[in-house]
């Protein structure tokens, strides 16, 4: 059946790379020493270090043999920091990430001198951020560089039903109309590997996706009314759904026109602690990941204030997470990626496997910890 995790369980789930958390890049300042960098700056990372309480970090962040800054950090508490201990500055065709330093890690201290080669994404997702082209444009540049995105114009559900029709009919069905940039996608048939964008005559509210499509039963044992909470159930009986996600079982990501209830947990691995949901603008909803794994979760996505994302950040983010995930597949132990045209801070985790062994690495795009 199809919600028992799909034809492919060995596949690493696409978006899995959406794995950061809301408020990371919230630095209310840099959170070190900063130090201006020579050259044309294209974009910012931020460095947060995965510590134990106790363990400490102090060293200076070199690009391409200069200086741009410096930090001292000592956790209070387990885990990743969600402000960065430093954030600084990218300049265009940066080739070398260095860190020199000492660490105290598990009560043990030491030096180190690591250095990392870039594998920068901009080159391929430069476009996306161009706020001078219409937005079917920047993904179709994303798509020409990078392999297994395809876009092709045309509604592929045409023949079930032309696109204009088929988001009437949504829209009636949901009292409200749809985002603007839903509405474009009725025009273009996007997929990414197995993984694709719903056209205008597929999408639908997503209880109807999975009794129909899914498997699921209304009632019953593993039915729906068993496995989700009735709010849960509320939100999928109004949301659409708008591209299906096939990895290890199946994902999707919804539109709930409805917004969010104020002070709702995200859910997020880090909810504990945090304020919760804050309304956005009327009429822009709220969009969130579902995934068989956890169906009676939803993941909202929300920006650094907790309020619902835009549109198009999150259609921005399969992108992205796509881009990135193809790419870490070749990326060496020597090597950092990083995306110095994206307009978001680059988050960098930083660990150690000892005192003089560093581990420096990219954590995805988006500010909450997605799909899973």
Avoid: C
């Amino acid at each position: 059946m199809a919600h028992q995790h799909g034809a492919q369980p060995q596949r690493r789930r696409i978006l899995a790379g959406l794995s950061a958390w809301a408020g990371a890049a919230m630095a209310g300042g840099l959170g070190g020493q900063a130090l201006a960098a020579g050259g044309t700056s294209a974009g910012k990372a931020g460095i947060h270090p995965a510590l134990e309480p106790g363990d400490r970090v102090a060293a200076d962040v070199l690009v391409d043999g200069k200086v741009v800054g410096k930090f001292d950090h000592q956790a209070t508490a387990g885990g990743i920091a969600r402000s960065p201990a430093l954030v600084f500055p990218l300049p265009i065709g940066l080739k070398r990430v260095r860190l020199r330093g000492k660490a105290t890690v598990e009560g043990k201290s030491g030096s180190f001198d690591t250095t990392w080669k870039v594998r920068d994404l901009a080159p391929i997702l430069g476009p996306l951020y161009d706020q001078g082209m219409p937005w079917i444009e920047r993904v179709r540049s994303v798509a020409a560089k990078a392999e297994f995105i395809t876009v092709k114009a045309g509604d592929g559900g045409a023949k079930k039903k032309p696109a204009k029709a088929a988001f009437a009919d949504l829209e009636k069905s949901l009292g409200v109309p749809l985002p603007p940039l839903v509405k474009v996608l009725g025009d273009w048939q996007i997929q990414l590997d197995d993984s694709g964008f719903q056209s205008a005559a597929d999408m639908g509210k997503i209880t109807e996706m999975l009794l129909s499509e899914w498997d699921y039963q209304r009632t019953g044992p593993g039915g729906l009314e068993k496995l989700l909470s009735r709010a849960v159930r509320a939100r999928y009986d109004r949301s659409v759904s708008v591209y299906i996600e096939v990895g290890d079982g199946l994902g999707a990501l919804g539109w709930d026109p409805a917004g969010v209830t104020p002070g709702e947990m995200p859910n997020t691995w880090d909810d504990k602690g945090h304020p919760g949901a804050r309304p956005g603008p009327s009429g822009e909803g709220v969009w969130f990941w579902l995934h068989q794994e956890r169906l009676n979760k939803p993941v909202l996505l929300l920006d650094e204030e907790y309020r619902p994302r835009s549109a198009e950040s999150v259609l921005n983010a399969i992108f992205q997470s796509f881009v990135f995930l193809q790419s870490s597949e070749a990326v060496a132990d020597d090597e950092l990626t990083l995306d110095s045209a994206n307009p978001h801070t680059n988050l960098l985790q930083l660990g150690f496997g000892g005192p003089g062994q560093p581990s420096l690495s990219l954590r995805g795009y988006d500010y909450q910890y997605g799909l899973y």
